[in-house]
């Protein structure tokens, strides 16, 4: 595939270190299928043009934390076949973004997204062009994933569906209160095909994925607390400023302060720990260890004797 194959060239040539290319090259270089699997992108991205409505927006901001909105509000922000491709689109100028950090998931009005517009699922409701748009989704929520920036689902209003799915796709979730994440896909005859349910399981663990899959639970901010999957609950707001994409970035800059290229590292080491086997897995973090050693951000911090403060 020539996405695929163009982002092997981007990571042979970048500076990240041997170990963390050859991670991302072990992973298909994020895609999760390719040619060998009888998948065709461009095939199956035609195919998702032709059924329109909403979008996906990006705001990269000089913080570097981006906002990305899932825009669809007369449909509960489900997603429609072009949103889909705009996603996997915004994904990989996500992917360049050298001076990001962080990154907020939201949904539009109030809402998070409510999975795939039913107009767009019954138009390719055969097998064969289901596992095609299941394999293209399944790739581009495996790259978000992977990207080098430290990401939260801002959840408001609703999570159903395929919108469940997509808070999996993220590092972490807070929950607006009254939010409900659920797992509907039981009620439509299915289980998760964008890679949901194997995210939920390293979340919150086999039983409770069982419980969540198996019941349709709708998970409320405190059930998701007691399980693991949020990891915070957002305040109601006393002021108009205080919106909860507001609030989301403040939440994050906890843990995306400082350079850029030393929270991606940490992304990096941290993907490498839960992606590879242990003795790849210290290879990365050696050679990702070896781009910041000696670097800036290690020079400035040593100069001002800031270890112990």
């Not at 705009?86 to 809402?111: C, N, R």
């Not at 596992?131 to 992977?146: A, E, I, S, V, Y």
Request: charged share 20%.
């Amino acid at each position: 595939m020539v996405l695929c194959a163009l982002r092997r060239h981007v990571l042979r040539s970048s500076s990240s270190g041997g170990a963390w290319a050859r991670l991302l090259q072990r992973q298909s270089s994020g895609c999760v299928y390719s040619s060998i699997h009888g998948f065709n992108q461009e095939e199956i991205r035609d195919k998702l043009q032709a059924f329109t409505g909403g979008s996906i927006d990006l705001l990269k901001q000089e913080s570097g934390i981006a906002v990305l909105t899932v825009n669809n509000p007369s449909r509960m922000n489900a997603f429609s076949g072009s949103m889909m491709v705009d996603l996997e689109e915004k994904v990989s100028q996500l992917e360049k973004w050298t001076d990001g950090k962080g990154l907020i998931v939201q949904g539009a009005a109030g809402t998070f997204c409510s999975g795939s517009d039913l107009n767009a699922v019954r138009a390719i409701s055969n097998a064969q062009d289901g596992m095609k748009m299941c394999m293209f989704m399944q790739n581009t929520l495996t790259r978000l994933l992977r990207l080098p920036l430290i990401s939260v689902a801002l959840v408001e209003g609703r999570a159903l569906g395929g919108g469940a799915e997509l808070t999996t796709a993220c590092d972490f979730r807070l929950m607006a209160s009254g939010s409900v994440i659920q797992f509907v896909h039981k009620h439509m005859g299915l289980v998760p095909g964008w890679g949901g349910a194997a995210r939920l399981v390293r979340i919150v663990g086999s039983q409770n994925s069982l419980k969540l899959l198996g019941g349709a639970l709708k998970v409320d901010p405190d059930y998701g607390l007691q399980i693991g999957l949020a990891d915070g609950v957002l305040e109601v707001p006393q002021v108009e400023e205080d919106t909860g994409t507001q609030q989301a970035e403040n939440w994050l800059s906890h843990y995306t302060k400082g350079p850029a290229p030393v929270i991606q590292a940490v992304k990096k080491v941290v993907l490498s720990g839960r992606e590879l086997p242990l003795s790849e897995a210290l290879r990365t973090e050696k050679d990702v260890f070896g781009t910041v050693w000696g670097g800036p951000a290690n020079l400035q911090a040593l100069a001002a004797k800031s270890k112990h403060k």
